[in-house]
Each structure stands twice: as C-alpha cells, then as structure tokens.
C-alpha cells in the first residue's frame, strides 16, 4: 500500500512539476527529464518512476517534471522552438526573459531551489550516440555517493560545470546533483530505460527514501574530463563524418575515431585521439558543417 499523494503543478514557462508526497517525512529529490527535446529516455524514465511510486512507500518527497520543456519536445527539438533557446544552457533563468528562461527559472526555484538532490536525465539525442554512464562534480560529496548508488557501469567526474545547466543551478542553490546519458539516436534502448528507472530508485533507496536497499552492482569504471559538448572536437570542414570507433570505446591515444570525407568523396581529415581516452559523445549524422562538434573524449581514472 502506498501513502504517497500525487500533486501537479504548471509552473512559470508552462512545463508541469508532479510532486509525489510520502507518508512520512524525509529527503527531497528532484528529477528531471527532457531538458533536451529529443531526449525520451529521461522522459519516459521518468513517467515510468511516477507510476512505481503509485504503489511503493516513499518517505520524503519527489518533485519530477518530465518533459522539463515541453513545447522542444513536442518538436523533437534539442532547442525551445519559438526562441532557439536551449534550456540546458539556460540555468538558472530569468523570470522576465525568454520563454526558454523563464522555464528554467520556474524549474530552478520550484524543483530545484530546497531539494536534497538533483538528478538529471539526458540521453545523446537525435545528434549523438553515448555510453550508459552516470556524471558528477569530483568535489561533491554526497552526490558521488548518489552516483555509484545509481549504477552506471560507468562514471565521470568533473572539476566543475558549466554555465547554464541544471547542476550549476542546483550548485549554487547548494543541492548536490548527479546526471546520467545514454544512447539517443531517437529510439530507445529497453536496457538503458530500465537502467535509469532502477538507478533512480536505488538513488532514493541510498537517501532512505524506499524501504528496499540497492540492488548490489558490479564496480563502475571512472573517467574525467569537462564534459562539455560545446568543447569538443570539430569538424572545420564541410561534409560527410564517417566513425570509426563507437561511443564508449577506449581509443589510444592517436588512435582513429573518424574521418571526415567532402563531396566528392575526397579524404579530407582523419580524426585521431589527443590521447588515450574513452569516446563519450559521437555525432551520428554524417553531413557536417563547419563549427560542428564531430565528438567528446574522457581520459580514464583511478576514480574520486
Ligand atoms: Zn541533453
């Protein structure tokens, strides 16, 4: 039997926050899914949460908005639409700015501003293709505990986040905050689904918010670097990326991750790793631009 009572709220900017209150008190964890309109992944984890807790005993409360912006989602759009804005580079928004701003203003101060933690589900998008993996800022404690609890095979660690996102917000309002990523490309993966479900729940397991422990996991694999798309490897070239590695591979350093051909099938570029790392974000769609991010490496670690 289940104590929880379901709540919903549309808030500035027009998304809706489903909080969940337990029957008894305890932790606030805000969950966030679809900040990126052509991420289902987080979204669907999300509703999938929603329903568990139907039925599951919660202490303390969940506030869960999925899809976080609804009208890019709608339009299987990385971005909001009518202002171009991408809300994870939004954070922590403006009242009386753009619409995209003031969505990320609603979220930041009704679900974030107050909660014990933050988890943010993305996945690769239309664009990109990533591993399953869990990310975290190095320095904060509580939520590198959070992130072995969700069980990612694997990890990585951060020196700090940019401006913008979700966790910056969450940093500054002095909430602990997790992400995770996963494959995109426009379907969805039933192993990677069920992997953000169950991460998210062992999460509230950890914060004594279920009764149920963690399921016991193999040990993740840790990895470090910026972790910032807009800072990765471009294409400084018109055409066809074609990839020779896959997003989660170990490339040696030097090693070949693509290469980029022109239109007349010409061998433009051959695209090596700076250094041996791990292929974490790679562009699926083969015709680039010039500007266009081709892929992100982390290098591997020993862990926090
Ligand atoms: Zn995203």
Same mark, same amino acid.
């Given at each position: 039997? @289940?104590?929880?009572?379901?709540? *919903?709220?549309?808030?500035? /900017?027009?998304?809706?926050?489903?909080?969940?209150? /337990?029957?008894?008190? &305890?932790?606030?964890?805000?969950?966030?899914?679809?900040?990126?309109?052509?991420?289902?992944?987080?979204?669907?984890?999300?509703?999938?949460?929603?329903?568990?807790?139907?039925? %599951?005993?919660?202490?303390?409360?969940?506030?869960?908005?999925?899809?976080?912006?609804?009208?890019?989602?709608?339009?299987? $759009?990385?971005?909001?639409?009518?202002?171009?804005?991408?809300?994870?580079? @939004?954070?922590? /928004?403006?009242?009386?700015?753009?619409?995209?701003?003031?969505?990320?203003?609603? +979220? %930041?101060? #009704?679900?974030?501003?107050?909660?014990?933690?933050? +988890?943010?589900?993305?996945?690769?998008?239309?664009?990109?293709?990533?591993?399953?993996?869990?990310?975290?800022? #190095?320095?904060?404690?509580?939520?590198?505990?959070?992130?072995?609890?969700?069980?990612?095979?694997? +990890?990585?660690?951060?020196?700090?986040?940019?401006?913008?996102? @979700?966790? %910056?917000?969450?940093?500054?309002?002095?909430?602990?905050? +997790?992400?995770?990523?996963?494959?995109? /490309?426009?379907?969805?993966?039933?192993?990677?689904?069920?992997?953000?479900?169950?991460?998210?729940?062992? =999460?509230?397991?950890?914060?004594?918010?279920? %009764?149920? @422990?963690?399921?016991?996991?193999?040990?993740?694999?840790?990895?470090? &670097?910026?972790?910032?798309?807009?800072?990765?490897v471009r294409s400084s070239y018109s055409g066809l990326f074609v990839?020779s590695?896959?997003? &989660?591979? !170990? !490339?040696?350093?030097?090693?070949e991750v693509g290469r980029l051909y022109g239109?007349?099938?010409e061998l433009l570029e051959v695209l090596r790793?700076?250094?041996?790392? =791990?292929?974490?974000?790679? *562009? *699926?769609?083969?015709?680039v631009?010039p500007?266009d991010?081709l892929f992100?490496?982390?290098?591997? $670690?020993?862990?926090?």
């Open positions: 039997m @289940s104590g929880s009572r379901l709540e *919903r709220e549309v808030l500035p /900017g027009g998304t809706v926050m489903n909080t969940v209150h /337990g029957d008894e008190p &305890g932790p606030t964890l805000a969950l966030l899914g679809g900040v990126h309109g052509d991420e289902d992944e987080g979204v669907l984890a999300v509703w999938r949460i929603l329903q568990e807790l139907e039925t %599951t005993a919660l202490r303390g409360t969940v506030r869960a908005v999925a899809p976080a912006n609804p009208a890019a989602w709608a339009a299987r $759009s990385r971005t909001t639409p009518y202002d171009d804005g991408d809300l994870a580079r @939004s954070f922590p /928004g403006d009242r009386d700015g753009q619409p995209t701003e003031t969505l990320a203003d609603g +979220i %930041t101060d #009704r679900t974030i501003q107050g909660a014990d933690l933050l +988890i943010d589900l993305h996945s690769a998008g239309l664009r990109y293709s990533m591993p399953l993996f869990c990310g975290v800022a #190095r320095d904060q404690e509580d939520a590198l505990r959070a992130a072995v609890a969700f069980g990612a095979p694997m +990890i990585w660690l951060h020196e700090s986040w940019p401006p913008g996102r @979700s966790l %910056t917000a969450a940093m500054e309002c002095g909430v602990p905050a +997790i992400y995770a990523e996963c494959g995109g /490309g426009g379907g969805v993966r039933l192993d990677h689904l069920d992997a953000y479900v169950t991460g998210v729940l062992s =999460v509230m397991a950890q914060l004594g918010m279920l %009764t149920e @422990s963690p399921r016991v996991r193999p040990s993740p694999r840790w990895v470090a &670097g910026s972790g910032d798309l807009d800072a990765g990839v590695a896959t997003a &989660g591979e !170990v !490339v040696p350093e030097d090693g239109y007349r099938g790793a700076a250094r041996s790392g =791990v292929v974490m974000f790679l *562009r *699926r769609q083969a015709q631009r500007g991010v992100v490496m982390a290098v591997r $670690s020993e862990g926090p």
